[in-house]
């Protein structure tokens, strides 16, 4: 029973880790990239909107932070490099 319920605790605990690793999986924008924003200007609006950012980059057309929300609350934004929209959050 005990190895029963610590291997779920390391199955679940690895799962959440893996989600927030993982990539939207699709563009945030077909823009050419001369027109995306600089991976620093895209924290700065990420921050505007109350978010306190850890870590940022550009991967696959979608710009993907990972910050504290608000509520200090981990998160992993996926912005539009164009404009830092916000496109998703995990």
């Given at each position: 029973?005990?190895?029963?319920?610590a291997?779920?605790?390391?199955?679940?605990?690895?799962g959440?880790?893996?989600?927030q690793?993982?990539?939207l999986?699709?563009?945030?924008?077909?823009?050419?990239?001369?027109?995306?924003?600089?991976?620093e200007?895209?924290?700065?609006?990420a921050?505007?909107?109350?978010y306190?950012?850890?870590?940022?980059?550009i991967?696959?057309?979608?710009?993907?932070?990972?910050?504290?929300?608000?509520?200090?609350?981990?998160t992993?934004?996926?912005?539009?490099?164009?404009s830092?929209?916000i496109?998703a959050?995990?």
């Amino acid at each position: 029973m005990r190895t029963t319920i610590a291997l779920a605790t390391i199955v679940a605990i690895a799962g959440a880790f893996s989600a927030q690793a993982s990539s939207l999986g699709r563009p945030c924008t077909t823009a050419p990239q001369s027109q995306w924003l600089s991976v620093e200007a895209l924290k700065a609006k990420a921050e505007a909107q109350g978010y306190r950012v850890q870590k940022a980059k550009i991967s696959k057309a979608c710009g993907e932070i990972y910050a504290l929300d608000p509520n200090n609350a981990r998160t992993e934004l996926f912005v539009d490099p164009t404009s830092g929209e916000i496109i998703a959050k995990e």
